[in-house]
């Protein structure tokens, strides 16, 4: 398969977290056709019952590419035009997946054997295969994760604190409010004083975001609601210890505060030749925590276009970064 026919076939599969059995078994046959004619191995390492991350490897890697295979809701399928491919993760990150494979074949057929392929579940979600792969390292000295950076490679990337904030009351009926307690009130006073936090700036990052998600609560419009619950997510410049504590405090006495999920955020290097950017965005670099080597983070298309209805990677950038993924494969080698 060229590079569009494979990113399409991946497109094609409903990955959408956490059903990405079927694209994680694509990829193992795919991958295994691929290691039985080069002498390579390729193992489905289980994360959860239907959950795989996917390793193909020849030599002791040195450098792993590595990306996830889940994608957001809701799953649409791939179509293409002159310019672009269209369909739910074409650029987050099924297009990646195709540059990544392709540019390992080449490298297999320069005799290049020291590279492995790493493809993990659950990265839009919690993160679960990288931190699974954390716990079973292959002595890999550097990781170069896919995402959509716009070819461009990352020197800062941003971290993800997620809250869920509940609030309890008490039902009454609503002609009679002083006989019960409104969880509703409760939560909106709590999520007014999360939006006065100060957050965190850093002179690589930028400055911390706060977006509030969701919020969920309420029985009737005529019962005192006795149940409210909301999502925030914030975008961390740091490791989040200061943002944590103000979250919680911002809420106390009014409503819970129960974390999520924290990822710091990450800086990474840079390589000769290579345009550079930050982006706002998470990636799994931080679940790794440094276990696969030196974290670097490149890939063809626009994070502004992944997670909408419009996703799409151009066909010309797939192509360019089949190269550019050897290039930074060889650059590292060299180091």
């Not at 491919?85 to 074949?105: F, N, P, Q, V, Y």
């Not at 716990?135 to 990352?154: C, F, M, Q, W």
Request: glycine share 8%.
């Amino acid at each position: 398969m060229n590079v569009f026919e494979l990113t399409r076939a991946l497109v094609d599969i409903d990955s959408v977290t956490p059903n990405e059995e079927a694209v994680g078994v694509y990829l193992a046959d795919y991958l295994s056709e691929v290691a039985g004619r080069t002498g390579g191995r390729v193992e489905r390492i289980e994360v959860e019952p239907h959950r795989h991350n996917v390793l193909a490897y020849w030599d002791a890697p040195v450098i792993t590419l590595s990306t996830h295979i889940d994608t957001v809701p809701p799953f649409f399928p791939s179509r293409e035009d002159d310019e672009f491919i269209w369909g739910r993760g074409a650029c987050d990150t099924k297009g990646i997946i195709a540059s990544m494979i392709l540019a390992a074949e080449a490298l297999l057929a320069q005799g290049e054997r020291r590279v492995a392929l790493l493809f993990v579940v659950g990265e839009e979600r919690n993160s679960a295969g990288a931190f699974a792969a954390a716990r079973d390292a292959r002595g890999s000295h550097y990781l170069i994760n896919g995402e959509p950076t716009e070819s461009k490679l990352v020197l800062g990337s941003k971290g993800a604190l997620r809250f869920e904030i509940i609030a309890q009351g008490r039902m009454a009926h609503s002609a009679y409010p002083h006989l019960g307690e409104s969880a509703i009130e409760k939560l909106l006073d709590a999520l007014e004083g999360v939006r006065k936090i100060s957050l965190p700036q850093d002179a690589v990052l930028g400055t911390s975001t706060l977006n509030i998600g969701t919020i969920h609560g309420g029985r009737a419009p005529n019962v005192i609601p006795d149940h409210a619950r909301a999502e925030i997510f914030v975008r961390l410049v740091d490791d989040g210890d200061s943002t944590r504590r103000a979250v919680i405090g911002a809420v106390a006495g009014k409503a819970e505060a129960k974390e999520v999920l924290c990822i710091p955020a990450a800086q990474m290097g840079s390589i000769a030749g290579l345009e550079t950017t930050v982006v706002a965005f998470t990636t799994d670099i931080p679940a790794f925590n440094g276990s696969w080597g030196t974290p670097y983070l490149f890939g063809p298309g626009s994070i502004h276009v992944a997670h909408t209805d419009e996703e799409r990677i151009s066909k010309p950038e797939l192509v360019a970064a089949i190269s550019t993924y050897q290039t930074i494969v060889r650059q590292l080698l060299k180091a």
